[in-house]
Each structure stands twice: as structure tokens, then as C-alpha cells.
């Protein structure tokens, strides 16, 4: 979380100057269990939760879709970025 805390200030210092963002959470590459996949998707929703809180609109998160299933079914990858795009929607954030 402590990273997480130092990216977003960042990323506000630089959005309070008119400049767009993106952010990718690191980690959980190529998760191959349901566990590891829920623990990146829920990574990512705490992420939206900070970005959404700290910046609003004008922007990006981006991850691997690995992390999130796709190294174990399409199916799986689509639910959990599902999940994701909900919260990023809710929060006023793209997806990339």
C-alpha cells in the first residue's frame, strides 16, 4: 500500500498540472491459481478505491490480463475485468 500511496501522489501532483494519467498495478504476473486471480482482482478494485478517492476523472488503470485468469480461462479473465470495469466505472476511471 505504502507504493500504491507514493504513485498517487504522484500521479496528483501531475494531474493538478492538466496532465492525463495512467496507472498500472504490478504484480500477480501470470497468476495460474483462482486464488492468486482473486487476490490481483481485488488489488486492483483497492487501487480504483484510492485513484477514484485522490483523482477523479481523466484517468487510466492498466493491468495484465494474466493476472486476472486469463492464463487459466478466458471465462475467468472476463468475470474478474468485469468486476474491475464496475468499480473503475463507479469511480470515474478508464480501463486500458
Known amino acids: 500500500v505504502e507504493e500504491c500511496d507514493e504513485a498517487i501522489q504522484k500521479a496528483k501532483s ?3 498540472r492538466g496532465y492525463n ?3 498500472e498495478y504490478m504484480g ?3 497468476s495460474l491459481s483462482r486464488e492468486k486471480c482473486a487476490e490481483s482482482v481485488e488489488q486492483n478494485i483497492m487501487f480504483l478505491e ?3 478517492a485522490d483523482l477523479g476523472g481523466n484517468v487510466n488503470i492498466c493491468f495484465d490480463l494474466s493476472t486476472i ?3 487459466i ?3 475467468l479473465a472476463l468475470d474478474n475485468l ?3 470495469a464496475q468499480k473503475a466505472q463507479e469511480k ?3 480501463v486500458i
Request: glycine share 16%.
Open 28 to 30: 500477480g504476473e501470470d
Open 73 to 75: 480461462s478466458s471465462q
Open 69 to 71: 485468469g486469463l492464463a
Open 50 to 52: 484510492l485513484i477514484g
Open 14 to 16: 501531475y494531474h493538478q
Open 82 to 84: 468485469c468486476k474491475i
Open 92 to 94: 470515474g476511471v478508464q
Open 21 to 23: 494519467i495512467s496507472l
